[in-house]
């Protein structure tokens, strides 16, 4: 059985930079696309990145395209999203997901608990 687990959120100053990392306390994430979604308070779930198991494959929303960049290391069984130029809108709680496949949608079956990110002088 998969279970995610997402780590690495803190507290960081706007323009900062903060590395997320998503692993697997059961199985092996090399089989699984992983996506990366994030809610703050008083706003809708938002996908943020998605990768494919391959890692070749990758997306990212239009509201952290070149701040945002997902990737994987399949040998470490690791999945990272690296967050530069913090915005204070960046605040919110991040999550990543996995599928079996790559896709955009929300339902995703397998989640982590969640990881507090917030950006604030």
């Known amino acids: 059985q998969l279970q995610l687990v997402a780590s690495g959120g803190a507290l960081v100053q706007p323009g900062g930079s903060l590395r997320l990392s998503c692993a697997s306390s059961?199985?092996?994430?090399?089989?699984?696309?992983i996506g990366w979604f994030r809610q703050a308070p008083g706003k809708e779930h938002e996908g943020v990145a998605c990768?494919?198991?391959?890692?070749?494959?990758?997306n990212h929303a239009d509201s952290v395209k070149g701040r945002f960049t997902v990737s994987r290391d399949n040998a470490k069984n690791t999945v990272y999203l690296q967050m530069n130029s913090l915005k204070p809108e960046d605040t919110a709680v991040y999550y990543c997901?996995?599928?079996?496949?790559?896709?955009?949608?929300?339902?995703?079956?397998?989640w982590g608990q969640g990881t507090q990110v917030t950006v604030s002088s």
């Open positions: 990768i494919s198991s391959s890692g070749i494959s990758a």
């Open positions: 997901a996995a599928d079996r496949n790559l896709h955009y949608g929300l339902n995703w079956p397998h």
């Open positions: 059961g199985s092996s994430l090399d089989r699984y696309a």
